[in-house]
C-alpha cells in the first residue's frame, strides 16, 4: 500500500472520529449520575405558631410524643391542676439548659402531655454528638457530611429520627395548631409536633405515670 493510500485511509478515519465526538461526549455526560436536587423545608403555610416547651421524652413513637414537663408553682399552693401547655415559657418551666432562677418561694410539680407529629414534623438536634471512629476515637465531622446533617434549608439544627427521642430525652417542642382552628377555641388536643430539637440526655429517664396508675389499679384489684 502506497503512503498516498495510508494517508488517504487516516483522514477519513480521523474525519469519522472527529464527527462522532460530540456523540460520544454526549453519552458520556449522559451516564454520569444526575446530582440530586436539594431537599426542600416543611411547608408550614396551613399552620399557626403557637409556642414552645422544653421538657423530656417519656415515650415517642411515629405517630406521637409524651412529654413530661416540669412547671414551677408556688410553695404553698396545694392545687395540682394541669397548666395549659401553650402557656408554657421560660419563666414557669424548667428547662435544665437555661437560666434557671432560685426560686425560695416556689417547687416543682410535673404533667404530662401527648403531641401528635403531623407529616411536616421533623426531629432535630441543636449540637451533633461526637463522633468517633473504628477505635472509638474522637474525630471531626467532614465538611460534607456536616452539610447533609444540615438539611433541609430554612430549618434549625441538625438531622435526627423519632428513634432518638428515646425516654430522658431532653427536648425543645416548637408547637402548631391547624389554621382552621381559631385561637380562641384551640385545646390541648389542636397542638401538633413543629420540631422536637434535642438538647441533651437525662441520665435517669422519666417513668410513664401512666403504667404506674395502671399497676396501682391491678394491685389494689
Not at 451516564?31 to 403555610?45: E, F, L
Not at 415517642?60 to 401547655?85: F, I
Not at 397542638?191 to 422536637?196: C, F, G
Request: hydrophobic content about 30%; charged content about 30%.
Amino acid at each position: 500500500m502506497s503512503n498516498r493510500i495510508v494517508r488517504t485511509v487516516c483522514t477519513v478515519a480521523l474525519g469519522y472520529t472527529l464527527a462522532l465526538m460530540p456523540e460520544l461526549c454526549a453519552d458520556e455526560k449522559d451516564t454520569k449520575p444526575a446530582k440530586a436536587p436539594p431537599a426542600k423545608a416543611p411547608d408550614w403555610s396551613k399552620y399557626t405558631t403557637v409556642g414552645e416547651v422544653v421538657g423530656e421524652i417519656v415515650k415517642a413513637d411515629e405517630s406521637k410524643l409524651t412529654l413530661r414537663v416540669t412547671w414551677y408553682v408556688p410553695q404553698n399552693g396545694n392545687n395540682n391542676k394541669r397548666p395549659p401547655l401553650h402557656q408554657a415559657n421560660g419563666n414557669n418551666v424548667r428547662n435544665p439548659y437555661g437560666q434557671n432562677k432560685n426560686r425560695p418561694n416556689s417547687k416543682e410539680q410535673h404533667h404530662d402531655y401527648e403531641l401528635e407529629f403531623v407529616p411536616e414534623s421533623l426531629v432535630r438536634m441543636k449540637t451533633l454528638p461526637p463522633k468517633l471512629d473504628e477505635n472509638g476515637k474522637r474525630v471531626d465531622y467532614t465538611q460534607k457530611e456536616i452539610d447533609a446533617l444540615r438539611t433541609p434549608d430554612g430549618v434549625p439544627s441538625y438531622a435526627a429520627s423519632v428513634a432518638d427521642l428515646t425516654p430522658g430525652t431532653i427536648v425543645d417542642v416548637r408547637m402548631v395548631r391547624d389554621k382552621s382552628i381559631p385561637a380562641a377555641k384551640m385545646t390541648e388536643g389542636d397542638l401538633r409536633v413543629k420540631y422536637a430539637i434535642i438538647l441533651g440526655k437525662d441520665p435517669n429517664p422519666p417513668k410513664d405515670d401512666k403504667k404506674d396508675d395502671k399497676k396501682k389499679k391491678d394491685k389494689k384489684n
